[in-house]
Nanobody, 121 residues
């Protein structure tokens, strides 16, 4: 089994910054992809940013230029630096990882428990 533990959410004023972190632990052979998704009340969960183990990244258009995803492959961690936050960034943010537990295992999708980010006007 693999566990993802997030930290760093909270309340911030519009224009401010927050940094989210996520650490993966457990039975890990390799992690091909790590990322962040978010879900606002009444809305579907949406991709925020992902990063592959070769460093390639992908961002939602709504966060490009404001958010930066980074990853430490040695520590199995991923972070999301969020700058110039807007009220519409308010959501529960979920860490995601695609993990192989052994060399012969299939990739499996894991989620963290979520961390609340609230941006006030």
């Amino acid at each position: 089994q693999v566990q993802l533990v997030e930290s760093g959410g909270g309340l911030v004023q519009a224009g401010g910054s927050l940094r989210l972190s996520c650490a993966a632990s457990g039975s890990i052979f390799s992690i091909s992809l790590m990322g962040w998704y978010r879900q606002a009340p009444g809305k579907q969960r949406e991709l925020v940013a992902i990063i592959f183990n070769n460093g390639i990244t992908n961002y939602a258009d709504s966060v490009k230029g404001r958010f930066t995803i980074s990853r430490d492959n040695a520590k199995n961690t991923v972070s999301l630096q969020m700058n110039s936050l807007k009220t519409e960034d308010t959501a529960v943010y979920y860490c995601n990882a695609v993990v192989k537990s052994t060399s012969w295992d299939n990739n499996r999708n894991y989620w963290g428990q979520g961390t609340q980010v609230t941006v006030s006007s």
